[in-house]
């Protein structure tokens, strides 16, 4: 894509009205459960999940699924929203999720790995099991509520795919995924963040009105779009700091030098997993 076309994407996603928040802010989470090894930073604890989220409210900010904050952002009210994403569909959503975000008022979207529902993180070589969500779980989820989004079939880097394979991870996970959830599935979460033209083509072909990647590039826009990695690690101070690099990457672009610097201290991890 060339400077000017990427220009034009990122213009798209911007407000008219107002200088504020250009790029929708959404958080991006793993699994939320007690735990002792966590090789993949993919887990934060309920406490810290609390903390966060007490957070989120006490400075005015609401989680919202990404079909609310997307659709906010359309019609220029997503002013104080933030998207909270929840990837692999982990079982301790259930228990240590849902509770807190009932509490206050949030809502989510989880995505969910459509072949892998009832078994677990298998495609994680070295990290400890953690089961998946069940259809059951998934449905429940969908009626109380959740926005159910797409992570794929199986769990793999999409980039080079063969057509049918593309056409099983992007295509049918959503057809499987719209019938257990009886919801319109409208977003698409890539695998390990790992996109290409043609991936992205193909998920919005497939009829997707949206797709999450994790980091910024030439390809962000509405069917890549980036999102904060929130760990274990991340106390209010740094929650705050994180909000405020997203503000800075993309109202003020140019304060470039502390967004690299953050996102790469945050990201290096995350190659493994996503
Ligand atoms: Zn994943």
């Known amino acids: 894509m060339?400077?000017?076309?990427?220009?034009?994407?990122?213009?798209?996603?911007?407000?008219?009205?107002?200088?504020?928040?250009?790029?929708?802010?959404?958080?991006?989470?793993?699994?939320?459960?007690?735990?002792?090894?966590?090789?993949?930073?993919?887990?934060?604890?309920?406490?810290?999940?609390?903390q966060q989220m007490r957070w989120l409210h006490s400075r005015g900010l609401r989680g919202a699924s990404m079909r609310e904050l997307l659709d906010a952002h359309r019609n220029g009210s997503a002013r104080g929203l933030v998207g909270l994403t929840f990837d692999d569909g982990y079982a301790d959503l259930v228990e240590h999720v849902l509770p807190a975000l009932r509490r206050h008022g949030f809502t989510a979207t989880v995505f969910v790995i459509a072949g892998r529902l009832g078994g677990d993180n298998a495609w994680d070589a070295a990290g400890p099991r953690k089961p998946l969500l069940t259809a059951r779980q998934v449905r429940d989820a969908a009626a109380a509520g959740v926005e159910i989004g797409s992570h794929?079939?199986?769990?793999?880097?999409?980039?080079?795919?063969?057509?049918?394979?593309?056409?099983?991870?992007?295509?049918?996970?959503?057809?499987?995924?719209?019938?257990?959830?009886?919801?319109?599935?409208?977003?698409?979460?890539?695998?390990?963040?790992?996109?290409?033209?043609?991936?992205?083509?193909r998920v919005r072909a497939a009829g997707y009105d949206y797709g999450c990647a994790i980091w910024r590039s030439?390809?962000?826009?509405?069917?890549?779009?980036?999102?904060?990695?929130?760990?274990?690690?991340?106390?209010?101070?740094?929650?705050?700091?994180?909000?405020?690099?997203?503000?800075?990457?993309?109202d003020y672009p140019r304060a470039s030098a502390l967004r690299r610097r953050g996102e790469r201290a945050d990201m290096v991890n995350l190659h493994h997993s996503g």
């Open 2 to 50: 060339t400077a000017a076309k990427s220009a034009a994407v990122t213009a798209a996603m911007t407000k008219t009205t107002a200088s504020r928040a250009t790029m929708p802010f959404v958080l991006m989470y793993h699994s939320v459960a007690p735990y002792e090894e966590d090789p993949y930073l993919v887990t934060v604890s309920p406490a810290r999940f609390e």
């Open 152 to 201: 794929g079939l199986r769990h793999v880097s999409l980039p080079g795919s063969s057509d049918p394979a593309l056409a099983e991870e992007i295509e049918h996970s959503r057809g499987v995924l719209q019938d257990i959830s009886g919801q319109d599935v409208r977003g698409f979460c890539y695998p390990y963040g790992h996109l290409d033209e043609p991936v992205l083509a």
């Open 218 to 250: 030439e390809l962000t826009g509405r069917h890549a779009l980036p999102r904060t990695y929130v760990g274990a690690a991340d106390s209010p101070l740094r929650l705050r700091a994180k909000t405020l690099r997203h503000r800075l990457t993309w």
